[in-house]
């Protein structure tokens, strides 16, 4: 089936709609059902609760961030096939977004108030390069996602151990965001330099450390 290509306004005003429904929570509606709707809740302390709550409200700027650096990548796209790529990635963490969101909600918490601030720095990034061509964006891609993976893991030590439903979400996430750093190494990532992989796990460490608290 022949899809109409969109024109740059259409891009513009799709983006901005995007940046709209991503920071003003809720998320509406995930596409699939939260992997945590097969397990069932267990008692936690309101020590456990609250520090599954920062992990979450991390995990939800992050979410945030990956729709943001993915509308970026595909808003500069030059091949349609790394452009829909791109998408279909972006309709996952959006699915990642809302199921975050929801745990936040059961336990009784709000996402990060600085949710505008991640949406916008990460679109700067992904936009910036994406503009120098498509190999350096889904090289960018492929090492966030990397990165993403072993964050993930982290949380996934760090959690408690009966808050079962935030780890059946994460859990799936982590699978997502390896098949995502995959099929862009798939499509032609390039090798990030060395500074820059460490300058992109500075700026996550500032972003995951302030959203833990705000
Ligand atoms: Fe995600
Ligand atoms: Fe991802």
Not at 145 to 156: A, I, K, N
Request: proline content about 5%; hydrophobic content about 40%.
């Amino acid at each position: 089936m022949n899809k109409r290509e969109l024109s740059p306004v259409d891009r513009f005003l799709a983006g901005a709609n995007n940046a709209l429904r991503t920071v003003a929570a809720p998320a509406g509606r995930p596409a699939r059902p939260n992997p945590a709707d097969t397990v069932d809740d267990l008692d936690l302390t309101s020590r456990e609760k609250s520090h599954a709550a920062g992990l979450m409200r991390v995990n939800h700027a992050g979410e945030i961030a990956a729709q943001a650096l993915y509308q970026g990548h595909a808003s500069v796209a030059r091949d349609r096939d790394t452009e829909r790529q791109m998408q279909r990635a972006a309709d996952e963490e959006f699915d990642h977004l809302a199921w975050c969101e929801q745990r936040l909600q059961e336990l009784g918490e709000a996402p990060s108030k600085l949710a505008p601030i991640w949406y916008a720095g990460a679109f700067m990034i992904g936009a910036t390069s994406g503009i120098l061509g498509d190999k350096w964006s889904l090289g960018f891609i492929a090492e966030t996602e990397r990165q993403v993976c072993e964050h993930l893991d982290s949380h996934l030590e760090g959690l408690p151990a009966e808050d079962v439903r935030s780890r059946a979400i994460v859990e799936t996430m982590r699978e997502e965001e390896q098949e995502h750093g995959e099929n862009a190494i798939n499509a032609g990532a390039a090798e990030l330099p060395g500074p820059v992989k460490k300058l992109m796990q500075l700026t996550a460490k500032v972003m995951t450390r302030t959203a833990y608290w705000v």
